[in-house]
C-alpha cells in the first residue's frame, strides 16, 4: 500500500477509520476493519513497523498536531494504537466536530497519578498510592507501607517501562532524581495472588460487551502470557472482575476496548490501570473467541453493532513472542504444534513483543505447554518439532 503526505480521494460509500500509530495494535485492527470493507488510514512514523506494506500510511508523527489534523481531516473516525498523544490536540479536533475514540476526556485517565485519584475518590478498590516529588514524601509513604516502594511514571511507561521497585530511601531517590522534578506515583509493594484483566467494549451507540474475565501472567512487568478457561477462576474472582471493568468503563466515558488490570491479593480483587485500545491481554480473542478484540474496537468506535464476545473453545493460551538474538521469521516455518502464530513485522531487539501465539483445546494444561513450546521455538529457546519431512 502506499505512503504519502497527501490525501488519496476515498471511495464512494466507504468508511474510512484513521489509526494514529503504526504498531502491532494498529496492524490488528486494520486487519480485522479491512475484512469488513474498512479503508483504513494509519498515521505512522519512521519508525512504525507494524503496517507498513499492508495498509495507507500518512507519514507523520503521533505527537504532531497538524499530521493528527491532517489524518482527521481524511477519515471518519480517528482511534489509537496507543495512548502517548497531546491531549490538547486531541481535544482541539473533537471541538472542531471530528469524531475521535476513545475522547480526550478518555485518553486524560491514561495519567496514572490522575487516573489512581479519581479511581480511589469514585470508591473503586486500588493499591495504597500517593504523589511523590521528593525523599521525604516518599521515606512518609514507606513509613506507613513498608519497603519496598514501587515508583511508577505518570505518562509514558508500558511493558516494565516507567515502573521501578525502591528497595530503600537511597534507590527512591536516584529515580525521583531522574524524574527531573516530575511527580511520581508511589504504590505499595503488594504480595499478589495474581493478575487478571477484564476487555470491556462499548460502542458509540452505547451497546456494551464484556470479554471474560483472564489471568495475566506478568514477567519483568511484561505480559508474558494469557490463560482463558473455564474453571480457571472461581466465580467470585471473575464477577468481582467484570464488575469493576463495568464501574471504569463507565468512570472514564469509555468508547472502544477498554483494558481493565487487576491485582489479586488475597482475596480482593483491585484496579491496578486501565488501557483505552485494544490490549495485549485480549490478543487471544483472535483465535479464542467469536469476534477478536480488534473487530470489536473497530465496530465500537465506527458505532456498528458488537460482534459475539463468547469463547470459542473452553481452554485458550496466548504466548507473547519476545525478542532474542533470534529472529522469530526464519522458524516460523518449524513450528508444527496446533498452534495459530502472529508475527508483527517489527525488527528483532532483546525483550520487544514482536509476535505471539495461541493455542486452544480442552485440557488446559496442554494447551499451555504447547502454546509454550511454540513460543520458544521462535525464539530459539527450544529444539524444533520433528516433523520427519526431508529437503
Known amino acids: 500500500m502506499s505512503t504519502s503526505s497527501e490525501p488519496r480521494p476515498r471511495e464512494p460509500h466507504t468508511t474510512v ?38 495498509f495507507e500510511v500518512v507519514d507523520g508523527a503521533h505527537d504532531d498536531p497538524a499530521a493528527l489534523r491532517r489524518l ?31 475522547s480526550s476526556t478518555t485518553l486524560s485517565f491514561t495519567d496514572k497519578l490522575h487516573q489512581r485519584q479519581a479511581f480511589a475518590d469514585a470508591g473503586l478498590p486500588v493499591p495504597p498510592f500517593a504523589r511523590v516529588t521528593s525523599t521525604d514524601e516518599v521515606e512518609t509513604f514507606a513509613a506507613a507501607h513498608g519497603w519496598p516502594v514501587v ?47 477484564v476487555l470491556v467494549v462499548t460502542s458509540a451507540t452505547g451497546q456494551r460487551a464484556v470479554y471474560d474475565v483472564v489471568e495475566s501472567v506478568q514477567v519483568d512487568g511484561m505480559c508474558r502470557e494469557v490463560h482463558a478457561a473455564d474453571g480457571h477462576l472461581s466465580v467470585s474472582m471473575v464477577a468481582e472482575g467484570r464488575r469493576l471493568g463495568e464501574r471504569v468503563a463507565d468512570l472514564v466515558e469509555s468508547v472502544g476496548v477498554l483494558a ?9 480483587v483491585l484496579v491496578n490501570e486501565i488501557a483505552p485500545r485494544p490490549h495485549n491481554s485480549g490478543h487471544h480473542t483472535i483465535d479464542g473467541c467469536v469476534t477478536s478484540q480488534f473487530e470489536n474496537h473497530a465496530r465500537a468506535v465506527l458505532g456498528w453493532p458488537l460482534g459475539s464476545v463468547a469463547p470459542t473453545a473452553s481452554s485458550t493460551v496466548m504466548v507473547n513472542v ?3 538474538d533470534v529472529d522469530p521469521r526464519e522458524r516460523a516455518a518449524l513450528v508444527t504444534e496446533d498452534v495459530r502464530i502472529h508475527l508483527y513485522g517489527k525488527s ?28 520458544a521455538i521462535l525464539e530459539g529457546s527450544a529444539p524444533t518439532s520433528d516433523t520427519g519431512a526431508t529437503t
Do not use: N
Open 17 to 54: 477509520l484513521g489509526m494514529v500509530g503504526g504498531g502491532q495494535l494498529a496492524r490488528m485492527t486494520a486487519l480485522d476493519a479491512a475484512r469488513l470493507g474498512v479503508d483504513v488510514r494509519v498515521l505512522a512514523g519512521a519508525s512504525d513497523q507494524g503496517v507498513r506494506g499492508l
Open 72 to 102: 482527521a481531516d481524511q477519515v471518519d473516525v480517528v482511534t489509537f494504537d496507543h495512548e502517548l498523544v497531546p491531549l490538547d490536540a486531541i481535544a482541539a479536533l473533537e471541538a472542531d466536530g471530528h469524531p475521535v475514540r476513545p
Open 151 to 197: 515508583l511508577k511514571a505518570p505518562r509514558g511507561g508500558y511493558d516494565g517501562r516507567g515502573v521501578s521497585v525502591a528497595e530503600d530511601l537511597a534507590a527512591a531517590e536516584d529515580m525521583l532524581t531522574a524524574a527531573a522534578g516530575r511527580p511520581l506515583l508511589a504504590e505499595a509493594h503488594l504480595d499478589l495472588t495474581m493478575e487478571l484483566a
Open 260 to 268: 481493565v488490570e487487576l491485582f489479586v491479593v488475597g482475596d480482593e
Open 322 to 324: 519476545v525478542g532474542t
Open 348 to 375: 528483532v531487539r532483546p525483550g520487544r513483543k514482536i509476535g505471539h501465539v495461541t493455542a486452544t483445546g480442552t485440557d488446559h494444561d496442554e494447551v499451555a505447554a504447547r502454546a509454550r513450546r511454540a513460543a
